[in-house]
C-alpha cells in the first residue's frame, strides 16, 4: 500500500494496468514487421508498425487510466 500525502491509502495494484505490457511487447516482437510488404501509402510495413505502435500505447495509457482513476 502507498500512503498519500493526506494520509490516505492508495492502491496502485488494479488488473487493468496488466493492460500496459502491451505496447511495450509489441515492438520487440520483429517478426511481426520484418518485411518489406504490405505498403502502406507507400511506407513498408515496418515504417507504419512503428506508428500503429504508438498509437497502440496512447490508447492504452488511456484505457487504463481512466479505468483506474478514483471516483469522487
Request: aromatic share 16%; net charge positive; hydrophobic share 45%.
Amino acid at each position: 500500500m502507498l500512503t498519500t500525502p493526506n494520509g490516505s491509502d492508495r492502491s496502485d495494484r488494479s488488473p487493468w494496468n496488466w493492460l500496459l505490457i502491451l505496447p511495450i511487447v509489441l515492438p520487440l516482437l520483429s517478426f511481426l514487421y520484418n518485411s518489406d510488404e504490405p505498403r502502406l501509402f507507400g511506407f513498408p510495413l515496418f515504417y507504419w508498425f512503428q506508428f500503429a505502435c504508438i498509437a497502440v500505447g496512447v490508447v492504452t495509457t488511456t484505457v487504463v487510466y481512466q479505468m483506474t482513476k478514483r471516483r469522487r
